[in-house]
């Protein structure tokens, strides 16, 4: 990490900022609506708030009881507010003069209030607290912008405005309509609006959906943002989605690095974004945001002094530690300069529940950072109380770099009441400073505190320079990265051009040749910014090139995003330079396979394909694989050349045909095979050498793959048949008779459906039940397995309750018709026999398991698992009747987006699965045992909607009521992280 060192001038800048240089400015005009009269109100008068509410009586130091708080040796809390000048205080920040507006909840949902508080003579106390605006339903999250505020509130983000500069607002305006959450979650909202390094607001959303629709701007498209979170320009009021959706937490660390907290992880770092992670649609990233963990997991809550009969009875405070957070409601990325230097980037996370603040520290890692405890927080946490109001819902770092601390004052969380508290927190050597007024400044000088090492400095001179919008400020911060040594000012130099639309080519290289890591690596992601708008210039290309092959993974990381956009022969080289010093690297590989499309992919393989370091490391060689089954779907694929660089790449014969086999699957799926792609003999090398392998003495892996290599060759069945059929036999290796089942299935000949029905009593159930699957593939076979079945040749219940459904729901009616008479119609399965679960209490670690074994096939939970039905860690918030209807009858109500659906190709074959369009030329299959086709679009000829579900009616038999219990229970905590809700807006 780079230890600044701040010269003399600049420590006095930030003492003696400028008392009357300009008169204050009101900054940047609020957001306007196309008809101003049709969304504006005016606010209504106070009620029970007075304007002005006068000076707070509370002494400024702790007046607790002693051993109520524990805090970290060598600092000091002083209270800088509490009630009845602040009640509720669900969320606040700083303007631009130092003072600190915050939003309080009311106990009704319409009055909530949000007030302006001033800390006059710089002792840290406010001295002067007045109503800014009355009358907001239900705030959730407050930033500064202009001459206002914007505030979400309930379904909406408003914007309340102070255009005479009195102290009160004297316009509100709906910004943002459409927000819709859960109202049994009381911790479901935005919960933090967050000014940004790139110059826009950002939005943490929990358990967030509806469609966000611009009120104040029509011509902003509106936007579904179920499962994420969303930033928007203040200034044009353009949308756009971001990672997460569960967010609780937001902050941003010196390196622009994002951070959120939820319910089930602590600590999550944003990866890439939506824009430059979605421009392939043969790939979908597992996930955007990286689970920091830490060695040690544990968390040192205080005893309460007060066990207060059913207070957060739950949440065992009275057993220390625990092995997780219960609520953490805020996460800061600290920033400032009040606290020591070994503070810098650190992570402090206030948990409500707990009655903590606890402290991690980041370090330097890959492509993101790592986590550990800091040696003076070991056992203890940063903050902890045992005072049983104590309720910490937000930290924030102020003006001068103290930290402030929202606390709801309540003893239960979910019960609102008419106190409040806002702590500071601070070195005890530290004297109190009165706020800067940076609004008073000129934007020349803004510019210079570009590189202030206060990050509150930094964000609000960045900010202002936005709302000014001055084209001589932005030349002066262009000159700022030739000339200026600091490292934080070009980074965020870097983001005020850009958000000033005055970001160029020269200046992008110079950010690319800059020193630092972090601002190479800035200035490679803001290259996506002007190669859409304006092509990309020799001399840039030649840039990321270099920052492809940069000694950080971060720079190339950000390189190979950058580089989905741009269409040059050379692309493939310099995506295979920014994987080889790290083949493992999972966010790296990522980037790759994003950007190898629509047609890299095959070119990047040959470039890596000889790479002994990348097919040598097994995450290397999955790697290599997935980029083979994208180069077989490229139009323009040239497919000798391939495989003549497969050939001389000097891996095994047998892997040369796994790859081979992953093209030529792919082949498959387009019409194409290797013959009809090839002009060469290449293909029909690689076919003999195949069927030399499958016959001859090998393993019985190696057997396989070429095997499943004959199936997609573009063989005829007068060439291959024959040994394929031979190779299905009781004797073979099971290995080699499914691979023989894959590939026969491939050829449209009588003589397979014959021997699979032939020697169906000799084979294995894994083998059998591999045949079913194939067979209900195409209609003439599916026909001869109704036969099979009604004959009893085969036992009807070989089938799967989704191959029965299949069957009874079947396009071709003679087929439905025989399957209902053969298995009866559809029934949901009666409940009385297990209603004991929902009664009984379970066990949450056992119901885990449950779940780990027998759910994660096709369902999700913390990021792991399938994707063929909804994410158990959301379903959590419906009563214990609704899941276990869920579990036992799945295709009584099916969530939208998982309906099952039958897709006909072309060539008659049926697959089914969620059918999903991407892109403009494909359609993905996503089937019940896991497998994920691509179809061009021209090769479908229809889909089919389905009134069943993929998850089987089977899923949960064998469990006792016991055992749902356990899994009911975890399902229910998964939502909150416990079970019951005990967070609080």
Known sequence: ????????????????????????????????????????????????????????????????????????????????????????????????????????????????????LEDLNGDGRFDRVSLFAGGVASPTAIVCYGAGVFVASGSEIIYLADSDGDGKAESRQVIYSGLTTDANDSSAGVTHLVWGPDSRIHAACAGVTGTLKCEANPSVQPLSIAGHDFMFNPRTLAVELEAGGDSLGLTYDNA???????????????????????????????????????????????KSSEQSKGADSNLLISRTPVSRFTSPRSLLAYRGTALPKAFENSLFVA??????????????????????????????????????????????????GALYVADLGRERLEESAERGRIWRLQPEDQAVTKAPALSRLPSIELVKLLGNPNGWVRDTAARLLFERNEPEAYRTAAKELRWNWNPMCKAQALQVLTAGNSLNEAVL?????????????????????????????????????????????????????????????????????????????PWIQSAVLTTAHPNGAAAVLGQLVGDANVHRDPSGWSFLRQLARQAGLESRLKLDELLALLEASGLRIDDQLLLAGDIGESLFATGRSFVSGSSTNASRFFGRRALELAIGGNAAETRAE????????????????????????????????????????????????????????RLNANVQAAIITRMLEQFDRTHALMAALEARTIAPAALTDVQVNFLRNHRDQTIAARATQLYGARTELNLSRIADAVSQTGSSTRGRRILEQRCLRCHSFDGVGGQL?????KV?????????????????????????????????????????????????????????IFLPSNQVEDTFDQDWSLMPNSAASGLRASELADLLSFLQMGATGTSQSTNSR
Request: glycine share 6%; charged share 20%.
């Open 876 to 932: 959590g918030r419906k009563s214990r009747e609704e899941l276990l209807s869920d579990i036992f009858n799945p295709g009584k109500a099916v969530a939208p987006g998982y309906q099952t659906k039958v897709l006909q190709r072309t060539s008659n074959q049926l697959l089914v699965g969620l059918v999903q369009t991407v892109g403009a030329d494909f359609v993905r299959v996503d089937q019940a045992d896991g497998t994920r």
């Open 256 to 302: 622009g690095r994002r951070f959120t907290t939820s319910h089930r992880n602590a600590f999550k770092v944003t990866v890439a974004d939506i824009s430059r992670t979605s421009v392939n649609p043969l790939y979908h990233w597992p996930s955007l945001q990286s689970a920091l963990t830490a060695a040690d997991w544990r968390i040192y809550p205080l």
């Open 706 to 761: 070429a095997i499943r290599f004959l199936g997609v060759s573009g063989f005829t069945m007068k060439e291959a048949g024959d040994w394929l059929l031979v190779m299905l036999a009781p004797a073979e290796p099971e290995a080699v008779q499914l691979a023989a089942v894959d590939a026969l299935a491939h050829f449209p000949d009588p003589r397979v459906t014959d021997t699979f029905v032939q020697r169906w009593p």
């Open 509 to 585: 290289i110079r950010g690319l040749q800059d020193k630092d890591a972090n601002v190479r690596a800035t200035a490679a992601a803001l290259c996506a910014r002007i190669i859409s708008d304006r092509g990309l210039a020799p001399t840039l290309l030649g840039q990321l090139s270099a920052a492809c092959r940069d000694a950080s993974p971060s720079v190339r990381l950000e390189a190979a995003l950058t580089l989905g956009g741009v269409n040059h022969t050379s692309v493939p080289v310099m995506l295979a330079s920014a994987l080889r010093p790290a083949p493992a690297d």
């Open 869 to 873: 039905a909804p994410d158990l860690a």
């Open 1 to 116: 990490m780079i230890r600044l060192r701040i010269p003399a001038f600049a420590l006095l800048l930030f003492a003696n900022l400028p008392l009357g240089a300009q008169e204050p400015s009101t900054n940047a005009p609020a957001p306007t609506a196309t008809n101003s009269s049709d969304t504006a109100t005016n606010l209504p008068p106070p009620t029970s708030v007075p304007t002005t509410i006068g000076t707070p009586t509370s002494d400024s130091r702790v007046t607790l009881k002693p051993g109520t708080m524990q805090l970290q040796v060598g600092f000091r809390l002083l209270l800088a507010a509490a009630e009845p000048d602040v009640i509720n205080p669900v969320a606040m920040a700083f303007d631009a003069e130092g003072r600190l507006f915050v939003a309080e909840d009311g106990l009704n949902s319409g009055d909530g209030v949000v007030k302006r």
């Open 351 to 400: 948990d409500p529940a707990l009655r903590i603040i606890s402290r991690w520290e980041t370090t330097d890692g890959s492509t993101t950072p790592n986590l550990q405890r800091p040696n003076l927080n070991r056992t203890t946490e940063f903050l902890a109380s045992r005072d049983p109001v104590f309720r910490p819902n937000q930290i924030i770092a102020g003006p001068d």
